[in-house]
């Protein structure tokens, strides 16, 4: 992303899925935690990682956009935020479904590994979906980094050799 402050937001929002997740197999499911469950966990929530990726690159790419048109911060946030959610949701929401009905068939499987699996993979789909299109945005309005500071890492000498400026 080129910014430490919305790269963190990203990450913050990955931390929501995975602790989602471990509540949803622990708590609601009664999971014991063995090789699958974790297998699950880490598998999967690396597949999360994508659509909070696209709605802070939407973001970002907007609210540089919006730098010189002299809106107060709070406004240029407000409008980057809901210029990602509009440009990305469809996607994100078209990506999920395609995932929820592509492991569907994994319910009726008889080898219970895949029964697991499949509702990980759920659930995991889910709360990254909810997470990207809820949680992000709205953290992004409030606090969301406006792309005028925090390009340090790009202006450096040691850095300047893997990323254009």
């Known amino acids: 992303l080129g910014d430490l402050g919305l790269s963190s937001l990203v990450v913050v929002s ?8 471990a509540w949803f197999m ?24 994508t659509y909070s990726l696209h709605i802070a690159h ?34 994100v929401l078209g990506s999920a479904m395609t995932t929820l009905g592509s492991s569907f068939f994994l319910f009726f499987c008889t080898i219970r590994i895949f029964m697991k699996l499949a509702t990980v993979l759920f659930a995991v789909t889910f ?14 309005v409030w606090v969301g980094p406006l792309g005028d500071s925090c390009l340090c890492l790009r202006r450096s000498r040691f850095t300047s050799r893997f990323f254009q400026a």
């Open 58 to 91: 939407k973001y970002r790419e907007q609210a540089q956009a919006l730098r010189d048109q002299g809106l107060s911060p709070g406004a240029r946030r407000k409008a980057a935020a809901s210029y990602a959610l509009k440009a990305m949701t469809s996607a």
């Open 26 to 49: 622990s708590a609601v499911m009664r999971w014991k935690t063995g090789a699958v469950e974790v297998l699950g966990l880490i598998v999967f929530v690396g597949y999360s990682l």
């Open 127 to 140: 709360f990254a979906a909810v997470f990207a299109v809820g949680a992000l945005p709205a953290v992004l």
């Open 14 to 21: 990955v931390l929501g899925v995975t602790v989602s997740l």
